[in-house]
């Protein structure tokens, strides 16, 4: 599914990235991937956010103030993969993420709709380990 979703993110931002951001096809790619190594990073690390949190800011609710400051976390972690591992500059690297993680945001949303099966089916997919095991220990808290 997560597959999927960044296919659809290239499709829908990847062409605006090249117009608006000016960037090449390696570094759309590049920042297009970054995001998403910036989502498994912030939502797998345990950074002190709870499944619900993930939930929220996954969902067609209004944000509660620990979806905003886990979006923030995102959004700083992708920054710093648009600069250290795309090569852009701070300034190019801030257009991109205003171009991406809207868009992110909402396909991720669209696909997860709050629900936490959805999610544990995309964390799943995202290749097990941390991210995985975290939603295991999540989404079982949650029916207990």
């Known amino acids: 599914m997560f597959d999927k979703i960044l296919d659809q993110l290239k499709s829908q931002v990847g062409p605006q990235l090249m117009q608006k951001a000016g960037l090449n096809e390696h570094q759309t790619n590049g920042s297009i991937n970054a995001a998403a190594a910036s989502v498994r990073e912030?939502?797998?690390?345990?950074?002190?956010?709870?499944?619900?949190?993930?939930?929220?800011?996954?969902?067609?609710?209004?944000?509660?103030?620990?979806?905003?400051?886990?979006?923030?976390?995102?959004?700083?972690?992708?920054?710093?993969?648009?600069?250290?591992?795309?090569?852009?500059?701070?300034?190019?690297?801030?257009?991109?993420?205003?171009?991406?993680?809207?868009?992110?945001?909402?396909?991720l949303s669209d696909k997860i709709g709050g629900n936490a099966g959805n999610l544990q089916s995309l964390l799943g997919n995202l290749g097990g380990g941390g991210i995985a095991d975290m939603a295991k220990g999540f989404l079982g808290n949650l029916f207990k």
């Open 42 to 107: 912030v939502v797998g690390g345990g950074d002190g956010f709870g499944m619900d949190d993930v939930l929220n800011l996954f969902s067609a609710d209004k944000n509660n103030i620990n979806a905003d400051n886990l979006l923030s976390n995102i959004g700083n972690v992708f920054q710093g993969k648009l600069t250290s591992e795309v090569g852009l500059d701070a300034g190019k690297a801030s257009s991109v993420s205003a171009l991406v993680m809207p868009m992110l945001t909402k396909l």
